[in-house]
Each structure stands twice: as structure tokens, then as C-alpha cells.
């Protein structure tokens, strides 16, 4: 006999942990509706050529390939190494993320579109990573991007509609961070090795996770001298309102530096006059965002202090990723919600609302078939007015299907036994006080539920 299991980092999503999980989905999603982003689906497969070298040599690495189907074996004899082996096993692979599925939709559908283009997606990504808390290889992502335009208006937008989700969420003490690759890229210069770019944005990537000495180990074994590295370190560690960052930032990245325009585009954010954004948003110098497409603004959320599920979520601005698919010259920005995430910093703060584990309010108890009739006929006349309302399936003891609205959290039922019918009548029961009232059909349709 086969013990049922399913792979690590996946998981199953029983009732009551759907409703919770529907409730960050839907809140999420009429906002995307409120700011005038539209729906798009991808395929869960991706050619591989498509996503293969878009993350970074970590994101390939993590990347769950799909073994072609046919005569793969011998394809696969006269391989000359392992690289050439997975290349002539597999030519798909599940999707990462989705914004390079996004980046290649816009590049298929380009004549189709009306730019700028706003959409959103609502879909699972999987990534072979090391399964642990809050790190799943199978999760959601909720994302939003708006492509077709380089105006800071869409960074200003996506914080706003950030700032509205955590809030409708009731995360409101949550941080939101930002940065500018083109600061990071003047960080390099500063060190004296702009070559090294990639790997001090890998590095201070990992801050949270390995602190300083972890993050000072990494630059040291990628060749980083202790002169550069303290550079790094004095500059992630600038703080302050974002006044006393900019300035900061100005003495270091004068015009023609290339680190300014990251000064210019945090500066157009942040004191822009009408924006509003507040001072949840902070400038944190040590925000990286690993992936590699970024190329200005980039986002990150944090869950409330004391709640240890890593970033929210995040996003960023790519000037060309559409590039990659032969597009010049298309840049977008986008954010992303990582529900998953959301889901644990909401079970753990206690912050989804009351009446998340059960749709229905009513139950109809089944007394038999004397009171079958008129038990569904009103069962069905609550349904269609929007009271979700079930009937339990067969004649049990009373107490049995007491205990079955009991279990499921249905705060009433109704009886209609031998007694109400000669009354005209019916029972309705309120579970959480135990009061029962004699009233008519009438007035349970009216009920406030």
C-alpha cells in the first residue's frame, strides 16, 4: 500500500485555511481593480530559453525543470557534460516568477496591446529552494506592473496601492522600503570595483538573512578587499529621514556620477507634493532585490517587528526586460505580493477577520421528509436572496447534526418538525447564545444573518 505524501514545500489548503487565504486574494485583487490594472493568466510551463538566465546564476539554480517527453534518452548518450545533458532532456520549465512570462506576453501580443498597459496576475510560481518557514517551493504571487512609460507617476502609484493593501489587510505597522540600482551601481564605483556590481547586490541581498559578517565573508571570498568592503558598510548604513538620506546621497552622487540618477528618482518619489506617501516609506540603502532585470526603483515590503517571515512583498522598475525577447526600449515597474507570506504575518499577529472559517449561516436541519418540503423551498428562497444556507443530507439524530453546524462554525439552524408545521412556523436557533425563536417564513427571509 502507497503512503500518500506530497513533495516538500508544497502543501494542501484545507476549508478553513482557504477562506483565510481567499480573503488576502480578494482584498488584494479590488485594488489591483480600483487602480485600473486588468487580468492576465500565462501558462504555468515556459520554454526554457525564456527563463533560463533571467535571475541570476541563484535563480537557475532553483528553477524547477520539466523533463521533455519522447525518445529523451537518446538524446541524452552523446551529452558532453552535465549542462548539455539537462539542455537536451528538458526544453520547458515551471514558471519562476511572473514577470518575465509578463515580459514575454508583451513582446507576442505587442500590436495587440494599448500602452501603457496595466495588468495584473494572480498565480502560483515554484522555485526548488530549501523548504523552511514561510519558504515554500510552490506559493502565489500577486502581481501589478504597468508597462510602457518611465514616468515616476507609476512608482508613486504602486507605493500608493501598496501602502492601500497592507492596510486593508490590517498590517498597517508594516515597513515599506526603497532603493535605486542606479545608487548600488554608484556604490560599486565608489569601492573602486564597478565590476563587481552583481555581487554586492547578491551579498547585501542576503543582510537579513546572514547579517554584516556574513554578508562581509561573501564580498571577501568573491575578492572584495577589506578597503571596499568598508565602504559598503559605511554607506548601507546611512539613515535617517528621507531629507538626510537625499543629502547624503547628493555629496556623494554629484550630476554625472552613476549613482545620481538614483538620487534624482528617489528625490521625484518621495518630495513629490501631491504623493502623500509618508513617512512608512523608507529609503534602506541595504535593499537590493537579487534579481537581476531591475534596473531603477526598487520595493520592498516588511511584515510588522516581531514577525520573522522575511519580505511581503517587492517589486521594481526594468527598463528593457521586453529587450530579451527582442522589444527595445519598452520599460515597466511592477510590485508583487507574496500571499503565502501575507498568510503567516496575518496567522501570527491574529489579524483575519472573525468570520473567515465558514460561508454559511444557516443550517436546515433534516427531521424528515414531514418537513422536507417547506425546509427547501425556504432554503431556496434564502440561497437566491445571498444567505448562504446548506441542508444536512439525511435524517440523523438532532444531536449529530447539531454537532455538524457546531464543527463548521454555522452560528443557526433552522427546524421544522412536527410542531412548527401544526404552529405554521419554524425554529431558528442561534448556536452562540442557544436562544430559539418560533417565528414565520417570512420573517426568516428577513432576518439579518
Given at each position: 500500500m502507497?503512503?500518500?505524501?506530497?513533495?516538500?514545500?508544497?502543501?494542501?489548503?484545507?476549508?478553513?485555511?482557504?477562506?483565510?487565504?481567499?480573503?488576502?486574494l480578494d482584498t488584494i485583487r479590488v485594488i489591483f481593480e480600483r487602480y485600473g490594472f486588468?487580468?492576465?493568466?500565462?501558462?504555468?510551463?515556459e520554454n526554457l530559453a525564456t527563463l533560463e538566465g533571467k535571475y541570476g546564476e541563484e535563480g537557475d539554480q532553483l528553477m524547477f525543470r520539466v523533463l521533455d517527453n519522447?525518445?529523451?534518452?537518446?538524446?541524452?548518450?552523446?551529452?558532453?557534460?552535465?549542462?548539455?545533458?539537462?539542455?537536451?532532456?528538458?526544453?520547458?520549465?515551471?514558471?519562476?516568477?511572473?514577470?518575465?512570462p509578463f515580459a514575454r506576453f508583451v513582446v507576442m501580443n505587442q500590436h495587440q496591446l494599448v500602452f501603457p498597459f496595466r495588468r495584473y496576475q494572480v498565480q502560483p510560481v515554484w522555485r526548488a529552494d530549501r523548504p523552511q518557514k514561510s519558504r515554500y517551493r510552490e506559493f502565489y504571487q500577486c502581481d501589478a506592473d504597468i508597462i510602457g512609460t518611465d514616468s515616476l507617476l507609476c512608482e508613486i502609484e504602486l507605493?500608493?496601492?501598496?501602502?492601500?493593501?497592507?492596510?486593508?489587510?490590517?498590517?498597517?505597522?508594516?515597513?515599506?522600503?526603497?532603493?535605486h540600482r542606479s545608487l548600488l551601481a554608484g556604490l560599486?564605483?565608489?569601492?573602486?570595483?564597478?565590476?563587481?556590481?552583481?555581487?554586492?547586490?547578491?551579498?547585501?541581498?542576503?543582510?537579513?538573512?546572514?547579517?554584516?559578517?556574513?554578508?562581509?565573508?561573501?564580498?571577501?571570498l568573491r575578492g572584495m578587499d577589506s578597503r571596499a568592503i568598508q565602504v559598503v558598510a559605511n554607506f548601507i548604513a546611512i539613515r535617517g529621514d528621507h531629507q538626510k538620506v537625499l543629502e547624503s546621497l547628493r555629496a556623494l552622487f554629484p550630476e554625472g556620477s552613476p549613482g545620481h540618477p538614483g538620487v534624482v528618482g528617489l528625490t521625484g518619489i518621495l518630495e513629490n507634493s501631491y504623493a502623500g506617501l509618508g513617512s512608512r516609506v523608507l529609503i534602506d540603502l541595504s535593499l537590493a532585490r537579487g534579481l537581476h532585470y531591475y534596473t531603477g526603483t526598487i520595493i520592498e515590503a516588511l511584515p510588522p517587528e516581531g514577525v520573522k517571515t522575511g519580505s511581503i512583498a517587492g517589486g521594481g522598475r526594468y527598463d528593457d526586460l521586453t529587450g530579451l525577447f527582442g522589444l527595445k526600449g519598452i520599460s515597466g515597474v511592477g510590485i508583487s505580493f507574496?500571499?503565502?507570506?501575507?498568510?503567516?504575518?496575518?496567522?501570527?499577529?491574529?489579524?483575519?477577520?472573525?468570520?473567515?472559517?465558514?460561508?454559511?449561516?444557516?443550517?436546515?436541519?433534516?427531521?424528515?421528509?414531514?418537513?422536507?418540503?417547506?425546509?427547501?423551498r425556504l432554503l431556496q428562497r434564502m440561497r437566491q436572496a445571498g444567505t448562504p444556507a446548506e441542508i444536512y443530507p439525511s435524517q440523523a439524530k438532532m444531536d449529530r447534526q447539531l454537532k455538524y453546524a457546531?464543527?463548521?462554525?454555522?452560528?443557526?439552524?433552522?427546524?421544522?418538525?412536527?410542531?412548527?408545521?401544526?404552529?405554521?412556523k419554524l425554529?431558528?436557533?442561534?448556536?452562540?447564545?442557544?436562544?430559539?425563536?418560533?417565528?414565520?417564513?417570512?420573517?426568516l427571509l428577513g432576518w439579518s444573518f
Open positions: 502507497i503512503q500518500p505524501s506530497i513533495p516538500k514545500g508544497t502543501r494542501d489548503f484545507p476549508p478553513a485555511v482557504m477562506r483565510k487565504r481567499q480573503f488576502i486588468q487580468p492576465l493568466e500565462t501558462p504555468s510551463m519522447g525518445e529523451i534518452l537518446e538524446k541524452a548518450r552523446d551529452a558532453a557534460d552535465t549542462r548539455q545533458l539537462v539542455s537536451r532532456l528538458s526544453s520547458k520549465a515551471l514558471r519562476y516568477d511572473l514577470t518575465i507605493l500608493q496601492l501598496l501602502d492601500e493593501a497592507l492596510t486593508a489587510l490590517g498590517l498597517k505597522d508594516a515597513g515599506i522600503r526603497i532603493n560599486a564605483g565608489l569601492t573602486g570595483r564597478p565590476e563587481m556590481l552583481p555581487e554586492i547586490t547578491i551579498a547585501i541581498d542576503k543582510l537579513d538573512k546572514i547579517g554584516w559578517s556574513g554578508v562581509s565573508e561573501e564580498l571577501l507574496g500571499v503565502d507570506r501575507i498568510y503567516d504575518a496575518l496567522e501570527e499577529l491574529g489579524l483575519f477577520p472573525p468570520d473567515q472559517d465558514s460561508r454559511t449561516r444557516v443550517l436546515f436541519l433534516n427531521l424528515g421528509e414531514e418537513g422536507m418540503q417547506q425546509s427547501y457546531d464543527k463548521n462554525r454555522i452560528p443557526y439552524v433552522v427546524m421544522i418538525g412536527g410542531s412548527e408545521l401544526e404552529a405554521g425554529s431558528l436557533k442561534d448556536l452562540s447564545t442557544g436562544q430559539q425563536t418560533l417565528i414565520s417564513a417570512e420573517e
